[in-house]
Nanobody, 124 residues
Framework: QVQVVESGGGLVQAGGSLRLSCAASGRTFSSYTMGWFRQAPGKEREFVAAISRSAADYQDSVKGRFTISRDNAENTVYLQMNSLKPEDTAVYYC???????????????????WGQGTQVTVSS
């Protein structure tokens, strides 16, 4: 069983920045693909970014504004969010994919452990 815990959400003005953190348990964290997803009120959950051993992927709407990174020594993945927009308002979820051989990182059903979510609110 892997536990995933997000932190770092909050209220920020448009144009501001936030950094989300996600700590995951497990001795093989470096092998996990870690993803960030978000869900706005009344909308479906959507992919934001993911990082594997060697590469990072982003949703088009956050490219150039968000950066995903990981610290394997700390079992932590980060999402640095800059130039935030009101449309980035959502609950952000961190997820861990601990197995499988999926090339696509944006498929939420390929992730087997999820955090409880952290609210990000961007005011205009």
């Amino acid at each position: 069983q892997v536990q995933v815990v997000e932190s770092g959400g909050g209220l920020v003005q448009a144009g501001g920045s936030l950094r989300l953190s996600c700590a995951a348990s497990g001795r093989t964290f470096s092998s996990y693909t870690m993803g960030w997803f978000r869900q706005a009120p009344g909308k479906e959950r959507e992919f934001v970014a993911a990082i594997s051993r060697s590469a990072a992927d982003y949703q088009d709407s956050v490219k150039g504004r968000f950066t995903i990174s990981r610290d394997n020594a700390e079992n932590t993945v980060y999402l640095q969010m800059n130039s935030l927009k009101p449309e980035d308002t959502a609950v952000y979820y961190c997820a861990a994919r601990t197995g499988g051989y999926y090339s696509a990182t944006y498929l939420d059903w390929t992730y087997d452990y999820w955090g409880q979510g952290t609210q990000v609110t961007v005011s205009s």
